[in-house]
């Protein structure tokens, strides 16, 4: 069985679950996804399998991609290619179509997605600094100050301040399936995801 699934973050909504408390979820169109190559140890030197998402316009496809996907007999323009691990390829076939069916109610997962960009911040949005005061003599509100001492002599690197806000690959974990919806290939996950409303996410199987 695939060990994860790519999807689609639709939007947030809240459910009631068995004892009358409303649960915040977060709902992913999840699948179907289609296999595309399938990776053996003799061959490629570990097991995987490859799985397309998410149709495009064929103009939209480098002729490499769309040789590899008329060679798997998708017959569909895959936009997303991604690859999982597995242990054994047993059951796995090319152009084979896999759903939201593969997850349980209740199931531990993690999703990866990108985060919503945010463009350039300063200290205080980007990293919570407190910043000086507003009254009383004080020029400076909400910049950042000393960058280090004087003996190094340098700025080391990974020094908090501003920069580039987002839009970076962000995993969330200790999440669970709440409810699985097989017929739309709908997953209700708890709580809130990363990255906008329609954007790409990663949900895997994680041991709890």
């Known amino acids: 069985m695939l060990p994860g699934i790519l999807g689609r973050k639709v939007g947030m909504t809240h459910i009631f679950n068995d004892a009358g408390k409303m649960v915040p979820v977060t709902v992913v169109e999840a699948g179907p996804v289609f296999v595309t190559q399938i990776k053996t140890e003799d061959k490629d030197g570990y097991t995987a399998v490859q799985v397309g998402y998410g149709e495009a316009k064929e103009k939209q496809l480098t002729f490499p991609k769309f040789g590899h996907l008329k060679k798997a007999g998708v017959g569909k323009n895959l936009r997303t290619l991604k690859e999982f691990r597995v242990e054994k390829t047993d059951g796995f076939e090319l152009g084979q179509e ?23 911040a300063g200290g205080v949005k980007r990293y919570h600094f407190k910043g000086q005061h507003m009254t009383h003599g004080y020029m400076t509100h909400r910049r950042p100050l000393s960058n280090g001492a004087t003996g190094p002599q340098r700025v080391f690197k990974g020094k908090r301040g501003p920069g580039h806000m987002g839009d970076a690959q962000v995993t969330q974990k200790g999440l669970k399936v709440v409810r699985v919806d097989a017929e739309r290939n709908l997953l209700l996950i708890d709580g809130s995801l990363p990255g906008p409303n329609g954007a790409l996410v990663i949900v895997k199987k994680v041991s709890k």
């Not at 896999?98 to 350039?120: L, Q």
């Open 98 to 120: 896999i759903g939201a069916d593969i997850f349980a109610d209740g199931e531990a997962v993690a999703v990866t997605g990108v985060s919503k960009g945010r463009g350039f």
